[in-house]
């Protein structure tokens, strides 16, 4: 009941708004629009109430892939991507059950590859608290495929960088599929020996498993 009346409220909110949109979805593509980057973050500040007025599966199908295809195609600066990677660590509510939480993770992940650090390092910790909240064989099967792509991505120095902050967690759910944390355990590895001193410095400054430490020494 408290949900549904949440809901309606936010239904009002957007009803409230000057502009006409068939959906709260265009809502968000109208607001975004703007050259001017604090309304956009404003925008973006609103994404729970975006949320709750789409409903968990339409957040789901629509509100998350549109949010990947923007910050893939360049779309935000960084002071966005900063404001979508600290909301999205905090909006697994918003997505349905936390078997669904995971669904977070495709745009996290993207902004894991962004050239500025500061959004990196947002990107990652909500990685890291969405993934909290899931079972260990989700992690085994959405969170650790996820850190082995970014860790073996070549094409630039920062998923390498990212990875190394998520290996901790992933690993930590594999003590039933000692394949996949042997998987991590080399990328781990590779990490500490990486070309790229950016790579090296952050895999020595996470506290990964000891295992994974211990195997790159």
């Known amino acids: 009941r408290q949900r549904a009346s949440r809901r309606c409220t936010a239904r009002a909110v957007l009803r409230s708004r000057p502009a006409v949109m068939t959906s ?10 703007s050259d001017n980057p604090q309304q ?34 360049g779309k935000f600066t960084d002071e966005v991507q900063v404001s979508v990677a600290e909301v999205l660590g905090s909006f697994s509510e918003f997505v349905g059950p936390s078997s669904e939480a995971h669904c977070l993770f495709p745009p996290l992940e993207a902004l894991c590859a962004v050239e500025e650090s500061t959004v990196r390092d947002q990107a990652v910790a909500s990685i890291n ?20 792509r970014l860790a073996r991505n070549k094409d630039w120095f920062t998923p390498r960088v990212s ?23 080399e990328e781990f590895k590779a990490l500490a020996g990486d070309d790229s001193p950016m790579v090296r ?7 990964a498993v000891p295992a994974c430490s211990g195997s790159a020494r």
């Open 24 to 33: 709260p979805l265009e809502f968000l593509m109208e607001e975004l629009t």
């Open 201 to 207: 410095r952050a895999a020595a400054g996470r506290a």
């Open 129 to 148: 608290q969405v993934g909290a909240q899931l079972s260990a064989a989700q992690l085994q099967t959405h969170l650790a495929p996820l850190v082995l």
């Open 163 to 185: 990875a190394s902050g998520l290996v901790a967690l992933a690993y930590s759910a594999c003590e039933d599929a000692p394949a996949v944390g042997a998987e991590l355990r």
């Open 40 to 73: 956009c973050i404003q925008c973006i500040s609103r994404l729970r109430v975006i949320g709750l007025a789409l409903g968990a599966e339409k957040t789901r199908s629509d509100l998350i892939p549109f949010l990947k295809g923007e910050i893939e195609a």
